[in-house]
């Protein structure tokens, strides 16, 4: 069981900047892997970044990509959402995963993970 806690989400104008935190209980955080997911009113849950545990390589949707980052401190059992550049599109209430399955690919979709954090909210205001 892996118990994931968000925080860092507010409201900051178009432009700005908001850094994201992920913490996770347990010992194996190293052994998971981990991803960001958001989800705007009346919408559904979408995909946004994810980073693997083997080599901490990245994937992110395109419409972040150059914006956001990844990153992930194993000694710290937390991952980080680094928002640049951010745009009213991206106000949602953003989400921590993690996935103790293999992938080859990289683990784009929700039913690839295990563990979900309660969300935290992220609004951009134009």
């Known amino acids: 069981q892996v118990l994931l806690v968000e925080s860092g989400g507010g409201l900051v104008q178009a432009g700005g900047s908001l850094r994201l935190s992920c913490a996770a209980s347990?010992?194996?955080?190293?052994?998971?892997?981990m991803g960001w997911f958001r989800q705007a009113p009346g919408k559904e849950r979408k995909f946004v970044a994810t980073i693997k545990r083997s080599d901490s390589s990245t994937y992110y949707t395109d419409s972040v990509k150059g914006r956001f980052t990844i990153s992930r401190d194993n000694a710290k059992n937390t991952v980080y959402l680094q928002m640049n550049s951010l745009k009213p599109e991206d106000t949602a209430v953003y989400y921590c995963?993690?996935?103790?399955?293999?992938?080859?690919?990289?683990?784009?979709?929700?039913?690839?993970?295990?563990?979900w954090g309660q969300g935290t909210q992220v609004t951009v205001s134009s």
């Open positions: 347990g010992r194996t955080f190293s052994s998971y892997v």
């Open positions: 995963a993690a996935s103790g399955s293999t992938w080859s690919r990289f683990a784009t979709i929700t039913r690839d993970y295990d563990y």
